[in-house]
């Protein structure tokens, strides 16, 4: 089933990058979108922090709001908070928003709140989903708990004979962040269910939070390098989300240890990208956030005219996360700045 539905989310995110017909893609549950002809709704897509990963969704919401018919309200909390998100939705259904996906900031605490909004209109997840359980439609992206594995695979890469790590995160109460930091202690460890610290020949030193904020990140890494950075050879630094790596970085550099400490990160932040290419950064796990914003308002907009067809029949669409290292990375740099234009593709 896992193999079906990344296949399947593959075939959706080429057709929709050629350009091709949106009626003519499959979608989840296997009858195609919704027809643009059918008058226009109105949708919301709400990310979980401001960062540039999103710049690249909502150019999949405008591709999708011209195919579909539909007005977008996009919105990028400032501070990256649940509260802020609470205040977004409250606003969206008093302006009379026809479905709502959003990326949740705290899950377990934002699930009550966010199943009463899905007992008003539609309610989707993209990027991080809610627990199980939960009166949401759809979860849309990364498999996490893969994408985590696959990071686990570049730290053994890098450090074939073993060493230290350290993961950086802005927040563990975010879903996306449990499983991908799980997937990576499981790789690690060579088996499901790893705590550490120890992780076979890995040991897990810390895992360290920033609250989604850079700059703190930066100085999480500047501390974390002066308590562990001797043998840096033997040190990897991890990080979670896409603004994660160039703070790691920064604090790398303005240590002198670029090209000895480690570092493996996620996404596509265009440090990251940079830092790749210099040999300082060994490898990012991206993902494909303009299919999240695409695969999100075609959704919503098919069902806000009545049309629950375009559902996955388990309530999965997962979007393949790809692995980007020296070999490649110009290659996907290129795809990338075709995306991030305005009207792109």
Known sequence: MKWHRTRL????YLLAACGCSSDTAPSG??????????????????????YEFWTI???????????????????????????????????????????????PNDAAN??????????????????SDLPAGSKRLAYIGTNNYEAGRAAGQLVKEVMPEGGRVIIFVGKL??????????GVLDELAGTKGA????????????????????????????????????????????GLWAYNPPAMLAAVKGANLQGKVRLVGFDENEETLQGIKDGHIYGT??????????????????I??????????????????????QDNVEQFHEELRKLKQPGAP
């Not at 009858?31 to 109105?42: D, I, L, Q």
């Open 110 to 127: 934002q699930a009550q709140f966010l199943n009463q909004i899905a007992d008003r209109v539609p309610l989707i997840t993209q990027d």
């Open 195 to 238: 705590k550490g610290p120890q992780l076979g020949k890995y040991e897990l030193l810390d895992t360290m939070t920033d609250d989604a904020k850079q700059e703190k990140c930066q100085a999480n890494a500047e501390d974390a390098l002066v308590k562990h950075g001797y043998d840096p050879t033997h040190l990897c630094l991890v």
């Open 9 to 12: 989310a593959l075939l959706v």
């Open 29 to 50: 549950g296997g009858a195609g979108g919704s027809s643009a002809s059918a008058g226009p709704v109105t949708v919301a897509f709400i990310s979980n922090n401001p």
């Open 173 to 182: 109460d975010v879903q996306n962040a449990v499983e991908r930091r799980q």
């Open 57 to 103: 969704a909502r150019r999949g919401t405008e591709k999708a709001a011209r195919e579909f018919n539909a007005k977008v309200e996009f919105h990028m909390p400032p501070r990256g908070t649940a509260a802020e998100q609470r205040q977004i939705i409250e606003d969206l259904l008093a302006k009379g928003v026809q479905g709502i996906a959003i990326s």
């Open 285 to 302: 796990i991206v993902q494909q956030p303009f299919q999240f914003g695409y695969e999100a308002v075609r959704m919503l907009a098919a």
């Open 304 to 325: 806000a005219r009545g049309d629950k067809s375009v559902l996955p029949q388990d309530g999965i669409l997962y979007v393949p996360h790809r692995v980007i290292k």
